[in-house]
């Protein structure tokens, strides 16, 4: 089956760790996305990247990192510099280079905590 | 940057009434498109209506966008129990990022 997978769905990090989310797509999509989603908010852009080996900041890139070194890949470093990272954090994917032709593919989602 | 604002931000119908949730935004826009999100999982695509279109259909949905008002409402028909989600409108301006609302959180009641 075609789609988007996120590891771990949940995960608990105590103050001062790194810690990285694994975002793989099987859908041969060029360009891939991170959010955050704060309860009862919308969709915080953090990450993106159009393109193997480029990728762009979003609205909220301090205290994260990424990597785009393979098509299917794109994971999600939080570091001890982001002040607030519990969140639920979203990876998607889409077809377009420039999402103005289409839709945004979503995974299930990581649930990070912060202890 | 928040774009869209969706309202109301709660609903609660009953099953087999419509829901009709709004959209406004604040600049032209090139696309608008609907999500829909079941409580802890990720979106999922309903519907792009694109700014030279009014109306469009999807099964029970049906999306309008004004663009002289800046607004789109999606209206679900003959509710039912698994359309409680939230649903978020989603804008693009011109840049390469798609902007979310807070969404709306529907419940329909059996």
């Known amino acids: 089956d075609g789609g988007i997978t996120q590891s771990p769905k949940y995960l608990f990090r105590k103050e001062g760790q790194n810690v990285t989310l694994s975002c793989e797509q099987n859908?041969?999509?060029?360009?891939m996305y991170w959010y955050r989603q704060d309860p009862g908010q919308g969709l915080r852009l953090i990450y993106y990247?159009?393109?193997?080996?480029?990728?762009q900041k979003g609205d909220i890139a301090e205290g994260y990192s990424v990597s785009r070194e393979k098509k299917e890949s794109f994971p999600l470093t939080v570091t001890s510099a982001q002040k607030n990272p519990t969140a639920f954090y979203l990876c998607?994917?889409?077809?377009?280079?420039?999402?103005?032709?289409?839709?945004?593919?979503f995974g299930e989602g990581s649930r990070l905590t912060v202890l | 940057s928040q774009q869209g604002e969706e309202d109301p931000q709660a609903l609660s119908i009953q099953e087999g009434e419509n829901a009709t949730m709004n959209c406004s935004y604040k600049?032209?826009?090139?696309?608008l498109q609907w999500y829909r999100q079941n409580s802890g999982r990720g979106l999922v695509h309903l519907i792009l209506?694109?700014?030279?279109?009014r109306e469009k259909h999807s099964g029970r949905l049906r999306v309008t966008l004004d663009t002289s008002k800046k607004s789109s409402s999606l209206l679900i028909t003959a509710s039912r129990a698994a359309d409680t989600a939230s649903y978020f409108c989603?804008?693009?301006?011109?840049?390469?990022?798609?902007?979310f609302g807070k969404g709306t959180k529907l419940t329909v009641n059996p």
């Open positions: 990247s159009q393109i193997v080996n480029d990728f």
């Open positions: 998607a994917s889409s077809a377009e280079r420039s999402i103005n032709t289409g839709e945004l593919f």
């Open positions: 209506i694109r700014s030279n279109e």
């Open positions: 859908l041969n999509h060029d360009a």
């Open positions: 600049t032209s826009i090139n696309n």
């Open positions: 989603a804008t693009i301006s011109g840049s390469e990022k798609l902007v």
